[in-house]
């Protein structure tokens, strides 16, 4: 039977190594390649503008790359639900193919949509392809439950042998027999809205410095796969959170948003190891995919992973509720240099180091201001351009010590931490220019320069730039206390998080399991 169908796009937004796609692809006469802008997932409360804009480059350039094909994209806006049954009989719809996403949101939307297409005579088939591995196998080897160690998921991991290796983008060739339907009034009804025209002021904007789209993930993969000696000896905790130009691959928006194959990155970076002396993970460029696989496992394994309260391997505690100290935080005006360069470049730009994220973060919460690191997720959430709802919850939860990491007493110096790598201050000069005539002795602690040095600078503490907030050294030692208190309350409460390995789940019926792989053909 020679099918018409969608192929329903929402991460995935790349033609390379997407099975979902290939599998749309087979037995069929038309194609329908669809992306929905959902209310729920692009809005302008959890989307900030950098994101939107990334989000957008993407759909031009995968618009692009399926009319190389003789084919296009239709983007629609509204909820899935609404939106499917009008496009089944108006397309008279046969066959629906997506990418499985773990995401809670995701599943639940997955669920109501494939009932629908049912109820409409769709057959629907998804695919995996936006990790490494099937995260419910791993949870499978695991006995049902996630691991909560980066050694255990390695141990699972080498049991289940090397991630699949991606497959090829569709070519010209395997569309011969396929079409995509064209409408007169295509731009007009399904055409890529502009953002403008979804309502947002781009006169905010920064100059964009991490374009989005499939060409450019490739592009830039490629440019750094070339760095065979840099690549081999690649070590995070090495790399500088305050260079004036990233110091690591920044591929991770194209990762989250699917630009990028996780599987295409893993095998090119083999590769360029072959045969070479290379790091190891947790540190290298594989060690960094194998995290994002750690938590993405974490997500599906723990209930409630992106909240304190219902979440079984969270350290409960009593933050406090200050909505001055976080508006600080979010605006750049906690008084403290290195930590307002790193929110302004995040602002700006949509990206930080990782270590900038450990030192903000901390700040946030268990360090000085003692806020719930749900708040400070909601803010990486809306600005990131590799905010990831598994990867942003996880790290929160670390960086708060309140899950997977318990040193709680070893927390980041918001002067000392940035004066490691850079004496200078040359990265606080770039994103905070006011303070740029201060000299090195005072640019980190400019609260502590003489009146005449700050009246020099042009710039007087107190008036054109924030007091520090909080008194680093003497909270700092307040809050190891009250964290100390947290940790004694749970180890009474019940045995420790982190001896736990994830919440034990139901094994799946013959029937279940039938049901999956029927889903999967």
């Known amino acids: 039977m020679a099918h018409t169908c969608i192929h329903w796009f929402r991460k995935g937004l790349r033609l390379h190594d997407n099975p979902a796609l290939i599998a749309a692809l087979r037995d069929c006469k038309e194609l329908y390649p669809v992306f929905i802008l959902d209310p729920f997932l ?16 993407a759909l031009k350039d995968l618009d692009c790359s399926l009319r190389k094909l003789n084919s296009r994209l239709f983007v629609l806006r509204g909820k899935p639900e609404d939106v499917f049954p009008t496009l089944f009989n108006q397309w008279k719809v046969t066959k629906m193919t997506y990418e499985f996403d773990t995401e809670p949101y995701s599943l639940s939307r997955d669920k109501t949509v494939t009932t629908l297409a049912k109820d409409h005579g769709v057959e629907v088939i998804y695919k ?67 953002l403008k025209e979804l309502g947002h002021n781009t006169s905010t904007l920064f100059e964009e410095k991490f374009p989005g789209g499939e060409q450019e993930a490739l592009r830039s993969l490629d440019e750094h796969m070339q760095r065979t000696g840099w690549v081999c000896s690649f070590e995070k905790p090495q790399t500088s959170p305050n260079s004036l130009s990233p110091s690591t691959t920044v591929l991770s928006p194209h990762v989250t948003f699917g630009c990028l194959s996780a599987r295409t990155f893993w095998w090119r970076l083999t590769e360029v190891y072959q045969g070479k002396k290379h790091s190891d993970p947790p540190v290298s460029l ?129 002067v000392a931490f940035g004066k490691k790598t850079d004496k200078n201050g040359d990265y606080i000069k770039k994103y905070l220019p006011l303070l740029k005539k201060f000299p090195a002795a005072y640019i980190y602690e400019p609260w502590k320069a003489p009146h005449s040095v700050q009246q020099a600078a042009g710039c007087i503490v107190g008036k054109d730039y924030p007091r520090p907030l909080v008194e680093h050294e003497v909270i700092s030692k307040k809050n190891i206390q009250r964290m100390k208190l947290a940790y004694a309350k749970r180890s009474t409460d019940s045995e420790s998080p982190s001896k736990k390995q994830g919440v034990k789940r139901k094994q799946p019926s013959v029937a279940d399991l039938m049901k999956k792989k029927e889903k999967k053909k």
Not at 148 to 174: F, H
Request: hydrophobic residues 40%; contains cysteine.
């Open 128 to 194: 995996i392809s936006h990790t490494l591995y099937d995260i419910e196998r791993i949870i499978e080897e695991n006995n049902g439950k996630a691991p909560l160690t980066y050694t255990r998921m390695q141990a699972i991991v080498k049991t289940l042998g090397p991630p699949k290796r991606p497959i090829p983008a569709p070519t010209i060739e395997d569309m011969k027999d396929v079409s995509t339907p064209c409408f007169k009034k295509h731009e007009e009804e399904y055409g890529l809205p502009t």
């Open 286 to 414: 594989h060690g960094q995919l194998l995290w994002r696989e750690f938590f993405y496992t974490a997500s599906v394994g723990v209930p409630n992973f992106n909240k304190m309260e219902g979440n079984p391997v969270c350290t409960q505690v009593d933050w406090d509720t200050n909505p001055e100290y976080l508006a600080a935080w979010r605006e750049a005006r906690t008084g403290f240099p290195f930590i307002d360069a790193i929110m302004t470049q995040l602002r700006q730009e949509g990206w930080i180091h990782h270590l900038a994220r450990h030192a903000v973060a901390c700040f946030l919460t268990r360090g000085d201001l003692w806020i719930n690191w749900e708040e400070g997720q909601k803010v990486f959430e809306e600005l990131l351009l590799d905010g990831d709802w598994a990867l942003n919850a996880g790290n929160w939860q670390w960086l708060s010590a309140s899950t997977f990491f318990h040193q709680y007493f070893r927390v980041y110096s918001p």
């Open 42 to 57: 692009h809005n302008k409360t959890s989307v900030g503008l950098n994101r939107w804009r990334f989000l957008i480059g």
